[in-house]
């Protein structure tokens, strides 16, 4: 006999004799089970059932003063997760693709992060996820990842000079630099890797090869946390409205890490007038038209973005000019202010879009829809009473009065 029916045989002789057994010796069992009561519990089946149950379409019948609620069956979950009530997501597509810079040792976040992200978004729309990293991808990183979604997934190795510290950096001048922020206990002051991961952000990770077929991107970050159900597609809003940079949280960067930082982009400015776009948004990052920097950027551990723009003139431009200022390793210059300064320079504010209706955490801070009934509709998670937005760290009052949002309360 086949191995496998031989268990299933084991298996129903133990069912059946623990039956018996119980049959017997407790009355309450022998009675519940009986094959008529089982027959009630079938669907279709015999209503004689002295057990109710409630099967299908028809409501169950009135029990006395109790006000059954009947389930819509339109929501009735499996697994936890609502059986889909929207149409499925058959409009236009967009040119995208999520992009993940991660470690090895970043695997269970990340997938953390992509289970929301399939959850409230690409169950429905199946945009492809591009994976980067400057060390091969582990097996088991790639399977774990592959496991949980069914969009195309891609692992690329990044080319080291997209990487590392390059040579001409004067390393004695670096690490000096290093040294004074850990003194300093400024936050990833004494790394390297994060210095690298910060350049990568900032100048390469468009032109990576697996990123040149698409246009625009999502980046996602591990253990971070998607909020709300999201069900119209991002990068088709951003197609369609003419936006080129969107995203969901913005706050003051830290002085420190970026001392000459605006002095470089002044330097840049003075000498390319011409990329400066008519309509910018300088009034947000800039109390006195562009003299000093207010230190207000948006936080690029969230951004849906146009890689053109990246790889367009003015931005590259930028992009070389701070390269060869050296700040990314003498002082700790972080992606987001370098991504933002330019996005407030070189493309109107009407190019730029809040997420507004995106829920979005990264430790610690999280962006809660403004509109209750946005926060309803789309049945966000996070607490809207403890939402970054307004904090007084937050840079969304001057978003607000850039764009003559009028918040209440
Ligand atoms: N491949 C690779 N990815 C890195 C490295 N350092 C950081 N990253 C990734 O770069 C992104 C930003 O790094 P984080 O450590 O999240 O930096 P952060 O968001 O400023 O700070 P916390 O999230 O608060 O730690 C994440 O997607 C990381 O997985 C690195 O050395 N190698
Ligand atoms: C997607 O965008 C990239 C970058 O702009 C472009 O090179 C590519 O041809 C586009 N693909 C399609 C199908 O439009
Ligand atoms: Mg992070």
Redesign the pocket.
Known sequence: MHTGTRYILLVLGIVVALHTLLSFTHEEYGRATSLGNLAGHLPFGSSSSPISIYHGSEPPESHGDIDYVLPDTSTIGVGGYDIDPWQSAAGPRANASFV?????S?LD??IRSVREVEERFNRRFNYPYVF????EFTNEFKQRIMVITGAKVEFGL?PKEH?FQPDWIDEKKASAARDKMVKENI??GGSL??R??CRF?SGFFFKHPLLQKYRYYW?????VHFHCDLPYDPFVYMQEHKKRYAFTITMYEFEKTIPTLWWSVQKFVKKHPEYLAKGNAMDFQSEDGGHTYNKCHFWS?FEIADMDFWRGEAYQAFFDHLENEGGFYYERW?DAPVHSIAANLFLSKDEIHFFDDIGYE??PYTHCPRDKKVWKERRCSCNPSRSFDYDGYSCLRKWDKLVGYEHSG
């Open positions: 993940i810079l991660a470690r090895n970043d976040q990340v980067l990293n400057e060390v990044i990487w936050i990833y890797p994060y690298n991961m952000n980046r996602i970050e591990p253990d551990n972080g990264h430790n």
